[in-house]
């Protein structure tokens, strides 16, 4: 696993409501609002910026 990965904030894509597009989409909200990213309660999870 990469050193950016491990310090993910991003739940893993295997988790559960978790799949790879939804991951990809919170590694690229995390990427515009490092350490501010919000869950939002759906599954499959979403994600935004505080």
């Given at each position: 696993m990469?050193?950016d990965?491990?310090?993910?904030?991003?739940?893993?894509?295997?988790?559960?409501?978790?799949?790879?597009?939804?991951?990809?989409e919170?590694?690229?909200?995390?990427?515009?609002?490092?350490?501010?990213?919000?869950?939002?309660?759906?599954?499959p999870?979403?994600?935004?910026?505080?």
């Amino acid at each position: 696993m990469a050193d950016d990965e491990a310090e993910s904030m991003c739940p893993a894509p295997t988790d559960g409501c978790m799949n790879e597009e939804n991951h990809k989409e919170c590694l690229e909200v995390e990427a515009k609002c490092p350490g501010k990213v919000l869950t939002l309660e759906s599954c499959p999870l979403q994600f935004a910026c505080e």
